[in-house]
């Protein structure tokens, strides 16, 4: 009797199995565009029900359907949802039509997000695409030229940006204070950059979106720290469905390039004998007769030439994204490095940043935002007036070789062909710099909506930098290539922390066609 009971249940077991599996029905297909290019990363879901797939990096997809009445739902951001049902076959190809109003359609401002149309400030808005479309070093160049009424000068040819990006928005309004707008990288107000470039510890490949508050109505939540406007920064963060992986891989080449024209030695040597005779000094011997300078040194030493070069451009970043509707992440690394259109200089990040999200509760969220990188600088000299290697390459005679007959460097202290200020040549080979910087930026809050429309949100955070930086700058003789004065090792460190600690209440409601929004906090 127990082998018959047996028999049946594992036959009934079967029939059930057999029955479910006949009812299962596997879709796959393709997702693109009206243009016909494949959409990676399109959320593919079964009406009412939890859960689904996504495209992968071929706009294909696969999912299991156990109805055969199921309807599929395709969203893509910036795309109009659509649904389809599966009666169209096992294999249904869809093409999403893109909905420019709702690019555009939520912002960020101040301490939270607000529908465009709903937003009577003055707010600009840039994508991720036109952000990563650029290969620059930092989110503040590749807003150049972007964004209407934002002036954006890069105040060097530095690596890097290493020069500092000077971001104007409502034009110079202090003559003796900061005109640098207030940066809030995920809710943490940066310091103001004064002559150094934040900007460049963070890679543009982990921004989302920037926004930038205008006008006072739309930075007066700041205070007096948005007087200069307000650049907002939004990093990516996971979305629902499977994980989805995307590199970003580039490599460029740069050079300088309408280089100005300069004297060639018979030139130079023709202007500094009528230099001479005016101030009533007797001609250089060397130079007396221009003719017999260009047989001996023909056009001369390309200054120019010797402290520029081509110069490569290196990017690598990797992105992961993923999660389900309750627990989604953000993990990303790159690697940036830029060598300098001059000699023995360049600029290295490594950038690593993790963005969490957790609802915990139907009331409960938390999450947090954390960033770490660290840059290497190797600078040159390129600003001071009487040191700068561009100045002195445009101002080195070229009847004076880099370097004499014996190997060491030529001109300095020696009056050589009335060239008394340092060889560039050694400014660039000798002395050397290397700055050091680690940061660490990170933010953690928890939100709980304690009433219909009344949120409680804490936001804590820190910032972390610690600088360092080293020098080696040794004295020569006083024939050498420049003053003896300039010696010894330099060795610096510095550590600033800044700490965040934000706690509001929004309250918001709809009443009709009308929205309530009160915000208050510490």
């Known amino acids: 009797m127990k082998r018959k009971i047996t028999l049946v249940f594992l036959l009934l077991s079967i029939f ?59 969203s893509y951001l910036g795309y109009i949802t659509q649904e389809v049902g599966i009666d169209a076959g096992s294999r249904i190809n869809v093409s999403l039509t893109q909905d420019n109003k709702n690019l555009q359609e939520v912002v960020v401002v101040g301490y939270g997000t607000q529908q465009k149309t709903n937003v009577s400030s003055s707010i600009s808005s840039i994508s991720a695409e036109e952000i990563s479309s650029r290969p620059v070093a930092d989110a503040a160049q590749a807003l150049q030229g972007k964004v209407a009424g934002v002036t954006i000068i890069q105040n060097s040819g530095a690596p890097g940006g290493t020069g500092g990006t000077s971001i104007r928005i409502r034009g110079i309004s202090s003559v003796t204070g900061t005109n640098n707008p207030l940066i809030v990288l995920d809710g943490f107000p940066l310091p103001d950059q004064g002559s150094d470039n934040i900007l ?10 920037i926004d930038i508050l205008k006008d006072a109505a739309a930075a007066s939540i700041y205070g007096v720290r948005g007087s200069n406007g307000v650049v907002l920064i939004t990093t990516k963060r996971g979305k629902a469905g ?23 030695a018979k030139e130079y040597a023709i202007i500094n004998n009528e230099a001479r005779i005016a101030s009533l000094l007797n001609p250089i011997p060397k130079l007396a007769d221009p003719n017999a300078v260009e047989q001996t040194y023909g056009a001369g030493t390309d200054w120019l030439n010797q ?50 999200d957790l609802q915990a509760s139907r009331k409960l969220k ?47 202290n020696g009056s050589v062909d009335g060239f008394d200020e340092p060889n560039p040549v050694y400014n660039i080979e000798v002395p050397r710099f290397l700055n050091t910087k680690f940061r660490l930026t ?16 804490a936001n804590l955070g820190l910032d972390f930098v610690t600088q360092s930086l ?9 024939s050498g290539a420049r003053p003896n004065i300039r010696t010894g090792v330099t060795d610096q460190t510095n550590f600033s922390p800044n700490y965040l600690g934000e706690f509001t209440a929004n309250y918001s409601k709809k009443i009709n066609d009308h929205n309530f929004s009160v915000l208050g906090g510490f």
């Open 16 to 74: 059930c199995a057999s029955l479910l599996q006949a009812q299962e029905k596997r879709i796959t297909g393709k997702v693109t565009d009206s243009n016909g290019i494949t959409l990676p990363g399109v959320g593919i879901r079964i009406k009412g029900v939890s859960g689904g797939t996504q495209t992968d990096v071929n706009g294909n997809y696969a999912i299991i359907i156990a109805n055969p009445q199921s309807i599929l739902v395709f």
């Open 200 to 209: 460049n510890s963070f890679s543009p490949n982990e921004i989302e979106s």
């Open 242 to 264: 499977v994980a989805v992986i995307s590199t970003d891989i580039y490599r460029g080449y740069q050079q300088a390039w309408q280089l100005p024209s300069v004297l060639n």
């Open 307 to 356: 402290v520029f070069r081509g110069a490569a451009m290196t990017n690598a970043a990797i992105n992961i994204s993923g999660g389900s509707e309750k627990a989604k992440y953000a993990l990303s690394t790159g690697y940036f490095k830029q060598d300098g259109i001059i000699e023995n200089t360049s600029f290295d990040r490594f950038n690593l940043r993790f963005n969490g």
């Open 366 to 412: 938390i999450g947090n935002s954390l960033t770490m990188s660290r840059t290497k600088e190797i600078p040159q000299n390129t600003y001071d007036p009487f040191n700068s290697v561009i100045i002195l390459a445009l101002t080195a005679p070229p009847t004076v070789q880099p370097r004499n007959p014996d190997g060491s460097y030529a001109g300095g």
């Open 442 to 457: 990170g933010t953690v809050f928890g939100e709980y909506e304690l009433l219909t429309g009344l949120k409680l949100k």
């Open 470 to 478: 080293r020098g080696y700058n040794p004295a020569v003789p006083s």
